[in-house]
């Protein structure tokens, strides 16, 4: 079946007010491809719950209380974790969602939001794609244009330079392989490739080193 319903997405959401905590676990929970883990306050808690379980998307708060979701970011890639992380906090700053993005975080979505917009951001993330609101994108243009220019820029083929600008405007693998006409696999296969030739393992590090390496390829 080709619908991204299809399978179950395992969740997992860490946010230290109980009420939004708890309020958010039922209101995914109600979606029927949505397995919502035991709501966590802390990162110890969240770590301890991927010690127990496989989780596909952590829904991450960035204002812990007295710790940030960025000790949780460092913390599960220590641990090995390989699902999707997207920050759901209140507002951050420049220099936090750079930071952020600079981690692994997979894309940034803001409270202010719908709970429906929710649900669209965690089903494209697990599609592939970079949910980045346009202010924190723009951000990260603003750093990348006063980045002291590198010294070895890795070239990069034409079919990469495709897949890059695809990956930049947020789609999706099945979506790059209609417009370039190739299989799936195929564009898998160039991702691994653009990843390591610039030496990063997410969507969100890609797009990052895009804007800060390769601008004039986009």
């Known amino acids: 079946m080709n619908d991204p319903h299809s399978r179950m997405i395992s969740l997992l959401l860490v ?3 109980a009420l939004f905590r708890e309020g958010l676990a039922r209101l995914l929970a109600c979606e029927p491809d949505f397995d919502v883990a035991a709501p966590c306050a802390n990162v110890d808690e969240a770590l301890r719950v991927l010690e127990t379980r496989e989780i596909d998307l952590v829904l991450l708060d960035y204002d812990l209380g007295p710790e940030t979701g960025s000790r949780f970011l460092v913390r599960a890639a220590d641990f090995g974790f390989r699902g999707r992380i997207l920050i759901v906090a209140a507002g951050l700053t420049e220099t936090e969602a750079a930071d952020l993005l600079r981690h692994g975080a997979t894309g940034i979505f803001l409270k202010q939001n719908s709970p429906e917009l929710l649900i669209k951001a965690i089903r494209k993330v697990m599609q592939g794609e970079v949910w980045l609101d346009q202010k924190y994108l723009k951000v990260l243009l ?4 006063t980045a002291e220019p590198q010294e070895r820029v890795r070239h990069l083929s034409e079919r990469e330079r495709e897949v890059l ?3 930049f405007e947020g789609l999706a ?3 790059i392989a209609v417009r370039l006409q190739v299989s799936e696999s195929s564009v898998k296969a160039t991702l691994q490739q653009l990843f390591l030739k610039t030496g990063v393992r997410t969507r969100s590090q890609l797009v990052r080193v895009a804007l800060e390496q390769y601008r004039d390829y986009l």
């Open 142 to 145: 603003q750093e990348s244009r």
């Open 165 to 167: 600008r695809a990956v």
């Open 173 to 175: 693998n099945k979506e």
């Open 15 to 17: 946010d230290d007010h």
